[in-house]
């Protein structure tokens, strides 16, 4: 089994940037990728991006916005997301999954999940 934590969440102004980390722990070697999403208050959990382990390959869910970073450090067992120009609309409690690719991205169910990091970003 894999247990992941994330952390980096707060509270931000508008205009400002975060980076969240993710960290794995347990069998890491058995998870494919790893993903982020976040749920806002109200509304259903939604993919932000994901990053394959082996080779790094990244997938967003609107790469044009170019607002979203992920990357990982596979001697850290560690994915990070860069957010910037934060807008108040990006609050929402951020999750990381670890899985296989399609879990990743949520196309599938069953991959493991964290607690969870809240942000909330000011007008």
């Known amino acids: 089994q894999v247990q992941l934590v994330e952390s980096g969440g707060g509270l931000v102004q508008a205009g400002g940037s975060l980076r969240l980390s993710c960290a794995a722990s347990?069998?890491?070697?058995?998870?494919?990728?790893m993903g982020w999403f976040r749920q806002a208050p109200g509304k259903e959990r939604e993919f932000v991006a994901a990053?394959?382990?082996?080779?790094?390959?990244?997938y967003y869910a609107d790469p044009e916005t170019g607002r979203f970073t992920i990357s990982r450090d596979k001697s850290k067992s560690t994915v990070y997301l860069q957010i910037d120009n934060l807008t108040p609309e990006d609050t929402a409690v951020y999750y990381c999954?670890?899985?296989?690719?399609?879990?990743?991205?949520?196309?599938?169910?069953?991959?493991?999940w964290g607690q969870g990091t809240q942000v909330t970003v000011s007008s």
């Open positions: 347990g069998r890491t070697f058995t998870s494919d990728a």
């Open positions: 990053i394959r382990w082996s080779g790094g390959t990244t």
């Open positions: 999954t670890a899985g296989t690719s399609s879990q990743a991205m949520g196309v599938i169910d069953g991959g493991t």
